[in-house]
C-alpha cells in the first residue's frame, strides 16, 4: 500500500495531477517532509527510484526524484500555492514548476485555476519545453449546480511525475444540472 507516499499524500496535491508516487516504482531511500504551520502548508519530498536503472543501466543505477510543494491559506476556504518536481535519470531531466489558487467567491462560487510549466531534456540533451492551463468556476447550490472549465495543454508539455493521460489539447466544458428536493413528505 506504500505508506510512505499514501500517508500525508494532499500536501502534494494540484488541481492538475502533477505528483503520481506510481511513477516512482522501485525505492530504496527516500526522505518526506510534510506539515503545517499556521496558515502555511509545506510538503518535501525526496527519492531515489531503481526501477530505470534496471531496464537501461548504461544511463545509471537509479534516478533522482524530488517535489516540492507549499500552499498559503488566504480568505475563507481559499489558497494559493507553488509546485515544483524534477526527475532526473543520466542525461534525461524532467522540471515542472506550478501555480495554483483556490478562491471561494461566495458561498455557492468557487475559481479554481493552475498554470504550469515544464522543461524536459531528452537522451540526446535535446530540451523541450510546454505549458499546461487550468481554469474553472464552479456553482453548487441546493438545486442548481454548474461549471465552466477550460484546459489547455501544449504539443511539449511533459509531466515524468504526474498523471497527465494527454497533451496538445484545448477543451471547453460546461456543466448544469438542477435537482428537485422535496421540502416536506415521506421521501426526501
Same mark, same amino acid.
Given at each position: 500500500?506504500?505508506?510512505?507516499?499514501?500517508?500525508?499524500?494532499?500536501?502534494?496535491?494540484?488541481?492538475?495531477?502533477?505528483?503520481?508516487?506510481?511513477?516512482?516504482?522501485?525505492?530504496?531511500?527516500?526522505?518526506?517532509?510534510?506539515?503545517?504551520?499556521?496558515?502555511?502548508?509545506?510538503?518535501?519530498?525526496?527519492?531515489?527510484?531503481?526501477?530505470?536503472?534496471? &531496464?537501461?543501466?548504461?544511463?545509471?543505477?537509479?534516478?533522482?526524484?524530488?517535489?516540492?510543494?507549499?500552499?498559503?491559506?488566504?480568505?475563507?476556504?481559499?489558497?494559493?500555492?507553488?509546485?515544483?518536481?524534477?526527475?532526473?535519470?543520466?542525461?534525461?531531466?524532467?522540471?515542472?514548476?506550478?501555480?495554483?489558487?483556490?478562491?471561494?467567491?461566495?458561498?455557492?462560487?468557487?475559481?479554481?485555476?493552475?498554470?504550469?510549466?515544464? &522543461?524536459?531534456?531528452?537522451?540526446?540533451?535535446?530540451?523541450?519545453?510546454?505549458?499546461?492551463?487550468?481554469?474553472?468556476?464552479?456553482?453548487?447550490?441546493?438545486?442548481?449546480?454548474?461549471?465552466?472549465?477550460?484546459?489547455?495543454?501544449?504539443?511539449?508539455?511533459?509531466?515524468?511525475?504526474?498523471?497527465?493521460?494527454?497533451?496538445?489539447?484545448?477543451?471547453?466544458?460546461?456543466?448544469?444540472?438542477?435537482?428537485?428536493?422535496?421540502?416536506?413528505? &415521506?421521501?426526501?
Amino acid at each position: 500500500k506504500r505508506p510512505f507516499f499514501t500517508e500525508g499524500a494532499g500536501f502534494f496535491q494540484t488541481p492538475e495531477n502533477l505528483f503520481f508516487s506510481r511513477h516512482v516504482v522501485d525505492p530504496q531511500f527516500g526522505m518526506r517532509m510534510t506539515g503545517k504551520a499556521g496558515r502555511w502548508a509545506l510538503g518535501l519530498l525526496t527519492v531515489d527510484d531503481r526501477a530505470p536503472g534496471q &531496464s537501461d543501466p548504461e544511463l545509471g543505477d537509479r534516478a533522482k526524484i524530488g517535489v516540492l510543494r507549499v500552499q498559503r491559506e488566504m480568505a475563507t476556504e481559499s489558497t494559493v500555492g507553488f509546485f515544483f518536481s524534477r526527475r532526473t535519470f543520466g542525461p534525461t531531466s524532467n522540471q515542472i514548476v506550478s501555480l495554483d489558487t483556490r478562491w471561494k467567491l461566495n458561498a455557492n462560487w468557487v475559481f479554481t485555476g493552475q498554470a504550469a510549466h515544464s &522543461s524536459t531534456r531528452d537522451l540526446n540533451r535535446n530540451r523541450t519545453s510546454g505549458n499546461d492551463f487550468f481554469a474553472e468556476i464552479r456553482r453548487t447550490g441546493l438545486h442548481a449546480n454548474t461549471y465552466t472549465q477550460y484546459l489547455d495543454r501544449s504539443p511539449d508539455f511533459q509531466s515524468d511525475l504526474g498523471f497527465i493521460p494527454r497533451v496538445d489539447i484545448r477543451q471547453l466544458k460546461n456543466v448544469t444540472g438542477y435537482q428537485w428536493r422535496p421540502e416536506s413528505g &415521506s421521501l426526501v
